[in-house]
């Protein structure tokens, strides 16, 4: 009998240098937008609630030595009637070193882990810009990456093509 506890795996495959490891190098906006068009129309008090369509995407590449940039690109798009009220959009990015992941492992973690990881700060940077552009500050409820990154797999198997920001980071 060893003197090691029993893991029911090859005993290499637990040093700690062969475990998988992520690590956020650097956070950062890549790109941001915010459009007024009405101003000062638009800013009135007293009227209505605009319409906002809201579109969310994650994106991930690779880069070099196993560092992979993640972007959260954000959109919204608020009308009242026919008439643009705002539109705000965000890429918020971050570099992430990924260690010892193998092929079916990366993709989730980049596609779900890290933008978990960024949006709390890609959801504040969107509010401040609604905010700072006059409006209410638009405060996004929580994103489930997962269900996202799940449907994304069953319109890759059901249309047999892979998921968007899934390509690249193989």
Known sequence: MADTPETGGNPQDNN????????MLVQ?????SFENPGAPVTLRANQ????IDINIDVQ????????????IIMSAQAKRGDETTFICELSYSGLFELLNFDDAARQPMLLVECPRLLFPYA???FADATRDGGFPPLML????FAGLYRQQLARQQAGGQAPEGAAPVQ
């Open 141 to 144: 409820e929580p994103i489930d």
């Open 28 to 32: 950062y906006v890549k790109d941001l």
């Open 60 to 71: 991930a590449r690779g880069m070099e030595d196993n560092a992979y940039e993640v972007t």
């Open 48 to 51: 209505a609630q605009p319409n």
């Open 16 to 23: 700690p240098q062969n475990m998988p490891s992520m690590r």
């Open 123 to 125: 959801r504040r940077v």
